[in-house]
């Protein structure tokens, strides 16, 4: 009998540990990535806040319309990382912030210019990559055909057309441009280039819990307070300065 009782308490005790939640993710280094140290340092962030709450993150990666599509219907518990907005709040439990996010408009050095408002950027030839939100002044502009944005399949391209002179500025989240340019460009490249002091967009990025799952209201205050403990322990400022670049492009 007693070894009867030992035996379910050690089943008990593996089911505990077992506690999952399937996770789609997408390509966004140094933030995301499949084949990154833990898969990013967003995604770390995730997953030990989760860790700290007794639950395992296991990663699925997939292009990002459909990593999001996925979470949305449900056939996976929740996607990382996004930016909130309303249509989100009907379809997900939005997790308090992980990381955020500053976008800024990269230039070539002999190409300089100023703005202030949105309006300051008329007239110059501007790429975007396919699928991002620049912010809500920006995305009205372009929907108004107030300024030329010509909408490219990466972050990439759109840094190589600038150096190419195809284009006058690229937004980018400055993390990811010079992770970028660090890992795909040279130095000489690198050189060429700048960016503008003032964001274009802040904002921060969260977890998506998908409102089709049951529990997943639960598990969100459970990420929430897993997120809070490694915030408060200062790790997550530690994990977000080990993958910031030099701050001069030309290094």
Not at 69 to 85: C, I, P
């Given at each position: 009998m007693r070894y009867a009782f030992f035996l379910l308490v050690l089943l008990l005790g593996s089911a505990q540990a077992a506690e999952q939640v399937r996770?789609?993710?997408?390509?966004?280094?140094?933030?995301?990535?499949?084949?990154?140290?833990?898969?990013?340092?967003?995604?770390?962030?995730?997953?030990?806040?989760?860790?700290?709450?007794?639950?395992?993150?296991?990663?699925?990666?997939?292009?990002?319309?459909?990593?999001?599509?996925?979470?949305?219907?449900?056939?996976?518990?929740?996607?990382?990382?996004w930016f909130h907005n309303p249509e989100r709040e009907q379809h997900f439990h939005i997790s308090e912030p992980v990381v955020e996010s500053r976008y800024y408009l990269f230039h070539r050095k002999t190409h300089a210019f100023d703005w202030n408002?949105?309006?300051?950027?008329?007239?110059?030839?501007?790429?975007?990559?396919?699928?991002?939100?620049?912010?809500?002044?920006?995305?009205r502009a372009e929907a108004a055909g107030e300024l030329e944005v010509v909408r490219l399949t990466g972050d990439e391209q759109g840094l190589r057309q600038l150096l190419a002179g195809r284009i006058d500025v690229f937004p980018v989240d400055k993390v990811v441009g010079f992770d970028l340019l660090h890992q795909k460009f040279s130095a000489?490249?690198?050189?060429?280039?700048?960016?503008?002091?003032?964001?274009?967009?802040?904002?921060?990025?969260?977890?998506?819990?998908?409102?089709?799952?049951?529990?997943?209201?639960?598990?969100?205050?459970?990420?929430?307070?897993?997120?809070?403990?490694?915030?408060?322990?200062?790790?997550?400022?530690?994990?977000?300065?080990?993958?910031?670049?030099?701050?001069?492009?030309?290094?």
């Amino acid at each position: 009998m007693r070894y009867a009782f030992f035996l379910l308490v050690l089943l008990l005790g593996s089911a505990q540990a077992a506690e999952q939640v399937r996770l789609t993710n997408g390509e966004w280094p140094p933030y995301l990535g499949e084949t990154l140290p833990h898969h990013g340092v967003a995604s770390r962030i995730v997953a030990e806040a989760f860790a700290l709450q007794g639950i395992e993150v296991q990663w699925e990666f997939h292009p990002w319309a459909r990593s999001l599509k996925m979470a949305e219907q449900g056939v996976r518990d929740g996607s990382a990382v996004w930016f909130h907005n309303p249509e989100r709040e009907q379809h997900f439990h939005i997790s308090e912030p992980v990381v955020e996010s500053r976008y800024y408009l990269f230039h070539r050095k002999t190409h300089a210019f100023d703005w202030n408002d949105v309006t300051d950027l008329r007239g110059l030839r501007i790429a975007g990559t396919r699928g991002y939100d620049y912010g809500e002044a920006f995305q009205r502009a372009e929907a108004a055909g107030e300024l030329e944005v010509v909408r490219l399949t990466g972050d990439e391209q759109g840094l190589r057309q600038l150096l190419a002179g195809r284009i006058d500025v690229f937004p980018v989240d400055k993390v990811v441009g010079f992770d970028l340019l660090h890992q795909k460009f040279s130095a000489a490249e690198r050189q060429r280039l700048s960016f503008h002091r003032k964001p274009l967009r802040s904002d921060s990025l969260h977890l998506l819990l998908s409102r089709e799952v049951p529990g997943n209201a639960e598990l969100m205050q459970r990420f929430n307070q897993g997120l809070a403990r490694l915030r408060d322990s200062g790790k997550i400022s530690q994990y977000l300065l080990e993958i910031q670049q030099p701050l001069s492009l030309g290094h």
